[in-house]
């Protein structure tokens, strides 16, 4: 382990890929509210033909359904970052211990990933019913949290400088898809600094 770069990178790169994917999905073209199906044409044709005809969802449950999310206060998808980055950094320090020798249990591994998973997401409701705060402020705060616990597990200071910038850029700063998008090139800078870091025994070794 000695001679490895910070594993601090993978999380960091995870989170700036995953935000970034949600601000492209953000761009995409809204959902169709109905549905489109062939039919035959009926009456006296003799031709064969056919008509294409919409067949509309109830605007009812549209607009219910439209009502549920905008009422959560999230919009963009930026909770699917959270729930991303979460999953694949608990799995990318479950493979590197295994590969150290020191690995846990996968059963153990897995209650962990899943403990988190269900632990985030009533965090998450906490932050709406409780303090009344908007989609993109509850995910900003998730995952400042979760940039703060990483900075304890590896005892990193260039994750809390990380953290720090993350919070100016995606609460203070900015809202919606340019907080998405400055928060994502912070944490790309930090993951992109471990990489080109030298190896402990390297810098040891001069």
């Known amino acids: 382990?000695?001679?490895e770069?910070?594993?601090?990178?993978?999380?960091?790169?995870?989170?700036g890929f995953a935000q970034l994917i949600v601000v492209a999905l953000s761009f995409g073209p809204p959902w169709s509210e109905g549905w489109f199906a062939y039919a035959p044409?009926?009456?006296?044709?003799?031709?064969?033909t056919q008509h294409l005809y919409g067949v509309e969802m109830s605007r009812e449950n549209a607009i219910a359904l439209d009502a549920s999310f905008s009422g959560v206060g999230r919009n963009d998808g930026w909770l699917f970052a959270v729930l991303a980055t979460y999953l694949g950094t608990v799995l990318f320090y479950a493979l590197s211990a295994r590969r150290a020798g020191n690995g846990l249990p996968w059963w153990k591994v897995?209650?962990?990933?899943v403990g988190g998973l269900v632990g985030?997401?009533?965090?998450?409701?906490?932050?709406y019913?409780?303090?009344?705060?908007?989609?993109?402020?509850?995910?900003?705060?998730?995952?400042?949290v979760g940039l703060l616990?990483?900075?304890?597990?590896?005892r990193s200071v260039p994750v809390l400088v990380v953290?720090?910038?993350?919070?100016?850029?995606?609460?203070?700063?900015?809202?919606?898809?340019?907080?998405?998008?400055?928060?994502?090139?912070?944490?790309?800078?930090g993951a992109f600094a471990a990489l080109l870091s030298r190896p402990k025994a390297a810098a040891e070794g001069d």
């Open 1 to 3: 382990m000695g001679n």
């Open 5 to 15: 770069r910070p594993r601090y990178w993978f999380p960091l790169a995870l989170l």
């Open 41 to 48: 044409a009926t009456g006296g044709q003799q031709f064969l």
């Open 110 to 113: 897995l209650v962990i990933a």
């Open 120 to 127: 985030i997401l009533l965090a998450d409701l906490v932050g």
């Open 129 to 144: 019913w409780e303090f009344d705060m908007d989609g993109d402020m509850r995910s900003a705060v998730l995952l400042t």
């Open 149 to 154: 616990l990483l900075a304890w597990l590896d």
């Open 163 to 189: 953290a720090a910038a993350f919070v100016l850029c995606a609460v203070v700063l900015a809202q919606g898809r340019l907080a998405l998008l400055l928060s994502s090139l912070v944490v790309l800078a």
